[in-house]
């Protein structure tokens, strides 16, 4: 008896003791800086968006979150790279729509798994595409760019730099019945600069990539692809306004960790990440840049991910679409 109870007491010391070491290392994390990996080029509308967020979220948690663009193959090279990360909660991933719901259905190179390689830390926002041209291409609105394309099939090109982009053109091309050239970019920020020289003419993109050029007079935009307007360009119509109903296309942006990232830690970036929202001064860097903020649970994202993945899997196949 006396064996058995010391056995018990051992076991629940020991217990205690593994409680008490986690306990501990929670309260500790962060201990040195986290790595935000950006799986697209600096400059563009993801990575003007995770540094606003990692900003905010580095003075709440005590650690720099220090953004890494790793670009390449639409958004597979950093995106593989975090999923293969040590699941310590010193490595976060850029997540967006393109990444997890587009890219497996697309790209045959994609080769890690949306839904088992990575733990969900929170959404950052939602937004829709707007439809930008070169003034130089002659157009203002979609109605004459409907024209100038039908005139000349495959005389006008565009550029993407991300496999939602690329595809939201592909499909607004069949609902509106045209047919353009795709050049293709590794990154948001290179499509831009080609789109502001006039080598490529036209682009689908996230507002936080071209509204400053807008602003500017340097692009002309034509529509947004959301079921409603753009807070940042109310005055532009929606696609479906101008007489095309059955398209929508909206984008979302998030951060997720490695798989077997400890749920204590999930939760402590989830907060930071939720807190930083909630700022006004942060929703407002981030509507100035064309992005409407929007956070969520760790739980929210997951099921969003899982959603987008079924539905953007359905309508890719639904468009004939084969993988690149």
Known sequence: MKQMIQKTLGIAALLAGIAMGASTALADYPEQPIRLIVPFSAGGGTDITARIVAEDMSKTLGQPVLVDNRPGAQGIVGTKEAAGAKPDGYTMVFVLQATLALNPSLYSATNYDPIKDFEPIGQISESPYVVVVHPNLGVKTLAELITKAKAAPGSINFASGAAASFLA????????????????????????????????????????????????????????????????LPDLPTVAELGYPNFEVSGWYGFAAPAGTPKEFIDKLNQALVQALAKPEVQAGLEKSGVEGKASSPEELKALIASELTRWTTMIKEAGIQPE
């Open 169 to 232: 053109s592909r499909l607004m091309q069949q609902a509106v019945g045209i047919e353009l050239t795709h050049i293709p970019y590794n990154g948001s920020g290179p499509a831009i600069t080609d789109l502001l020289s006039g080598r490529v003419s036209l682009m689908l993109s996230s507002p936080v990539s071209v509204l400053p050029h807008i602003k500017a007079g340097k692009l002309i935009p034509l529509a947004v692809t959301g079921a409603k307007r753009s807070p940042s």
